[in-house]
Structures are given as structure tokens and as C-alpha cells.
């Protein structure tokens, strides 16, 4: 592992933890050649399936592209990051197990079903993208439906 300060190519682990429900080991790692510690994180490889849109094209699953438009509907919202991952690693593992293809629907009504429970400015804020609201009239509907 390079040395993020110096570049140098020695580096010793010091600490070893896992993290994030024992889906990630946290490494703490020092320099050996100029002593800086820094952390890294080891994870199994992402999620790997094929998303099928609306129009049925097939792209390829983007974690990061999930990741933003979460982290937008939770914009300003007091969530925690951790949270937040946690979230999206439950739904990759939901996902991958389903089938090696999923349509871009289900990955959608999951996200919202997820951000459900977690806050309803965020579900209102992502459902007001994925359903495409055209009107204050389709807010309304969406925050009628919304538990109590």
C-alpha cells in the first residue's frame, strides 16, 4: 500500500478492526519509511448486475450513481453517513440476490420503501424525481398516502 504523505511502497498494518456490520475491514497502517499513519478499508468487490431502464436499455449497476441521488434527497437532513450506507449495502445485497438483472422500477420503489423508513422529507424529496411529479397536485397525493 503506497503512503498517501510520501509515496513510499512500505507500509505495516498496526490495527485491524471490521466495520460497517463486518462488511469492511478498517486498517490502521503506518509509513515505515516516514511515519505517517493513515487508514485504509478493505471491502468484497460491489455489487455486479444489469439494470434494466423503462425504455429497456441494459446499463450496467452504478453504486455511485444510487449514492447521489440518496445523499441528495437526505440533503440537509440530519441522517448519519453510516446510516446511509448501511442502507445502500442492505439494498445491493437485496438486489444481487433477486437475479443478475433487475429493472430500474424495483431498484427505485426499494430506494423509496428504504428512505421510508428512514425520513419522510427525504422520501417525498427522492419520489418527487422518480415519479416525476409535474404539479403541487402530485405532492399533495404522495403526502396523503404517506403514513400517519
Not at 509509513?31 to 468484497?44: D, P
Not at 438486489?95 to 419522510?120: A, C, F, P, V
Request: glycine residues 2%; hydrophobic residues 30%.
Amino acid at each position: 500500500m503506497l503512503c498517501p504523505k510520501c509515496t513510499n511502497h512500505d507500509t505495516k498494518v498496526i490495527d485491524s478492526r471490521l466495520t460497517n456490520s463486518s462488511r469492511e475491514i478498517r486498517r490502521r497502517r503506518v509509513c515505515l519509511s516516514c511515519e505517517h499513519r493513515f487508514t485504509t478499508f478493505e471491502r468484497a468487490e460491489g455489487a455486479s448486475f444489469i439494470i434494466q431502464k423503462k425504455d429497456k436499455t441494459l446499463v450496467p449497476y452504478d453504486r455511485q450513481k444510487i449514492e447521489r441521488g440518496i445523499f441528495r434527497a437526505l440533503e440537509k437532513r440530519n441522517i448519519s453517513p453510516e446510516k446511509i450506507t448501511e442502507m445502500i449495502n442492505n439494498l445491493e445485497e437485496k438486489w444481487t440476490r433477486q437475479r443478475k438483472q433487475i429493472t430500474s422500477e424495483n431498484i427505485g420503489e426499494d430506494i423509496m420503501e428504504s428512505l421510508l423508513e428512514i425520513d419522510q422529507v427525504a422520501y417525498i424529496r427522492f419520489a418527487s424525481v422518480y415519479k416525476d411529479f409535474k404539479d403541487i397536485k402530485s405532492f399533495e397525493s404522495e403526502l396523503n398516502n404517506l403514513p400517519k
